[in-house]
């Protein structure tokens, strides 16, 4: 290789530019979760009850003092779930080894303070269309099944990826009707995001799985 050769590679491989790079998108990302938020919260207020935070219809008769405070504490534990739902599976199934190998080079390109942006900016506009907008608009099963056709990725694993968003879309629709504030259902999406992608980031699964 002659010397130009050597330099154009020296350039492709420079940690500096691949940061400002990821820094970039990073900045894009936020931004663009931030139109669909005030989007979706848009939507809502004129297609959907006028009230982008507080279901219209919820199932529960909750006082508007304590929707909040239990929204979010239900919100906590869903995401704990969904959490150690996902150690165990990566542990012990191949299939979801192979979603977590092909999620991770993503994951591995941002830092922890990226990461957690990344979770707050997703978690605040995915649910301000899906579930403040969508859900009371079309129900709750068709908002899940577009969130989950919405969460593909290419390679083997679309499919388990997209069925994986539907029921987590589903548990974070289900929080938003039983309880009537969206407060849960964001801290929920924003906290599974974040420890996930820190998990996708860290581990390596190991080859010994059952199916």
């Known amino acids: 290789m002659g010397r130009s050769g050597k330099v154009v590679f ?14 970039r998108l990073v900045r894009l990302i936020a931004l663009a979760y931030g139109a669909v938020a005030i989007a979706g ?5 004129y297609f959907a009850g006028g009230q982008p935070l507080v279901h219209p219809r919820p199932w529960f008769i909750v006082p508007g003092y304590a929707a909040a405070p239990l ?13 150690l739902f996902t150690r165990v599976t990566v542990g012990r ?14 994951a591995r390109r941002f830092d922890s303070n990226q990461i957690w942006l990344l ?7 995915e649910e301000l269309l899906f579930r403040s907008f969508l859900t009371p608009l079309v129900g709750l099963w068709p908002a899940a099944l ?11 694993s679309r499919w388990v990826w997209a069925l994986w968003a539907f029921v987590v ?10 309880t009537g ?17 820190g998990f996708l980031k860290s581990y390596q699964p190991r080859a010994e799985a059952a199916v």
Do not use: C, K
Request: zero cysteines; proline letters at 4%; charged letters at 10%.
């Open 10 to 23: 020296a350039l492709r491989s420079d940690p500096a530019r691949t940061r400002d790079g990821d820094q």
């Open 41 to 45: 919260g848009t939507l809502a207020y």
């Open 71 to 83: 929204s979010a504490a239900l919100g906590v534990a869903l995401a704990f779930g969904i959490v």
């Open 93 to 106: 199934y191949r299939w979801a080894q192979r979603l977590h190998l092909e999620l991770s080079p993503i």
């Open 119 to 125: 979770a707050a900016m997703s978690s605040l506009g």
């Open 146 to 156: 577009l969130f989950g056709l919405l969460h593909q990725v290419r390679g083997p």
């Open 169 to 178: 879309g589903l548990s974070f629709g289900a929080l938003f009707a039983a």
């Open 181 to 197: 504030s969206i407060v849960g259902p964001i801290l929920a999406h924003a906290l599974v995001n974040g420890t996930n992608l």
